[in-house]
């Protein structure tokens, strides 16, 4: 049987925010997660109380009377580990010498990680720099839960009134498709020959990016076919072998998915996709700023 120890923060999150919505959609979008990484999560807080939290139905969900004793628990459990931390980051600000960087299946521009910390070190010769990559399936890369301090993001980053960003790299977009589509044997592809195509995307929870990857801006208010719904690097490139669709992909992240079948091709009359480094607008600590500016210093942003 679970004991209350294994009960984790992340799921008491997952637990008030869905008590606070009662939908999983706006819940999860609230959180910047899939809805299915919601679902699990709760079902895992079930389990170890062994109690049903939540009664499903067709509008969405209500709590149970094991919810509503839960939730003032939980409440509390969530604001005094905040306080706990806010004391302790009190305590040691001014001796904490480590800024961690998020990252996720997205490879980082050759060069720009080392040049970066360089310049971080000259500034600061105590700091350390830590790496953390993060599953492609949280689309802020750590930044949304409290896991990195700065992250390497697509934009438009969810939740914009809660980052600041500076860009770091411009790409152009391809578009991936299997081997054998018969738009595969041209060199390039206009967007307007792809309006018709079943395009892969992400879960509504990615907000804007979602919209950004479907290229929404560019098909003169046509909607666009979903031919499924994908959440990281694999799910994409299994649903592209399997033939349900196509999507896009900035050219840096083209490895990724041209193999096994999958090829990928320039794309026309679709905007670049843009890489930022992004920092949570209310952290002020010094290190995190002097790592967002030493990022601007090495690409040359304002």
Known sequence: MSRAGDVHLRELRYFTALAEELHFTRAAERLFVSQPALSKQIRTLEKELGAELFARHRRGVRLTSAGEALRPYALAMLAAWEACRADVGRVTARERTTVVVGTSASPVPGGLLPAIRSRLAAAHPGAEVRLRRVGSEDVTAGLAGGECDVAFVWLPVPGPERFAWTVVSEEQNLVALTETHPLAAREEIAFTDLLDEPFLALPESAGPL??????????????P?????VNGT???????????????VARGNAQLLALDGVTTRPVTGVPPSRLALAWRRDDTRPLVRAYAEAARQVTGAR
Not at 217 to 223: E, L, M, N, T
Not at 225 to 229: L, T, V
């Open 225 to 229: 076919r979903i031919g499924g719904e």
């Open 234 to 248: 694999a799910e994409t490139h299994a649903a592209l072998a399997a033939g349900l669709g196509v999507c896009l």
């Open 210 to 223: 979602r919209d950004h990857w479907l290229a929404l801006g560019s098909r003169g208010g046509r909607p």
